[in-house]
T-cell receptor
Framework: EAGVVQSPRYKIIEKKQPVAFWCNPI?????LYWYLQNLGQGPELLIR????????DSQLPKDRFSAERLKGVDSTLKIQPAELGDSAVYLC?????????????FGPGTRLTVL | AQSVSQHNHHVILSEAASLELGCNYS??????LFWYVQYPGQHLQLLLK??????LVKGIKGFEAEFIKSKFSFNLRKPSVQWSDTAEYFC??????????FGPGTRLSVLP
């Protein structure tokens, strides 16, 4: 079974440029998470989707960040414009339906460097 | 709001030493508890999880954790570490369908 797929793995951009990250969750997983992980810290939730609905985007800085999951499968996270402080690893995770299977599965992440 | 604290930022051990990593959470209700591990250059992987029942849970690679409800703790243990256990360890909590909250992580370095 394929795991959570993310691309690109690495991205280097200059500040004020836009950037987008893509995530394809494990097949059948209707819950999708985007996290931000700074160096030496734990993942911090940005947004959670249940199918195509963003059920929690309270931690998403909406002035520059946006996300979509139009068909309830893959998802895109965008930053426009990027700032120096956005340099971090952006993680995607997915979870299958049902509270009995509450485990998340993580992708490899996209490491963003903003110069 | 939920929060998770991990007692140690960086732990250095020699091979065969015993390991205990502390984790405390703040949430008064029923929770699910997890330990994730991130080996160098790899993505986060589940080490073990607690949903209910026996508070002593066993995970992969000889790790175990004990849930002590009265102390809001979920400490990770391993009787004898190996060099290959060098990684970052994250404790996380989820209160049934809500979001996961992660601790800041503990970096474990095992010296050969």
């Amino acid at each position: 079974e394929a795991g959570v797929v993310q691309s690109p793995r690495y991205k280097i951009i200059e500040k004020k440029q836009p950037v987008a990250f893509w995530c394809n969750p494990i097949s059948g997983h209707n819950t999708l998470y985007w996290y931000l992980q700074n160096l030496g810290q734990g993942p911090e939730l940005l947004i959670r989707y249940e199918n195509e609905e963003a059920v929690d985007d309270s931690q998403l800085p909406k002035d520059r960040f946006s996300a979509e999951r139009l068909k309830g499968v893959d998802s895109t996270l965008k930053i426009q414009p990027a700032e120096l402080g956005d340099s971090a690893v952006y993680l995607c995770a997915s979870r299958e339906p049902g509270l009995a299977n509450n485990e998340q599965f993580f992708g490899p992440g996209t490491r963003l460097t903003v110069l | 709001a939920q929060s998770v604290s991990q007692h140690n930022h960086h732990v250095i051990l020699s091979e065969a030493a015993s390991l205990e990593l502390g984790c405390n959470y703040s949430y008064g209700g029923t929770v699910n508890l997890f330990w994730y591990v991130q080996y160098p250059g790899q993505h986060l992987q589940l080490l073990l999880k607690y949903f209910s029942g026996d508070p002593l849970v066993k995970g992969i690679k000889g790790f175990e954790a004990e849930f002590i409800k009265s102390k809001f703790s979920f400490n990770l243990r391993k009787p004898s570490v190996q060099w290959s256990d060098t990684a970052e360890y994250f404790c996380a909590v989820n209160n049934y369908g809500q979001n996961f909250v992660f601790g800041p992580g503990t970096r474990l370095s095992v010296l050969p």
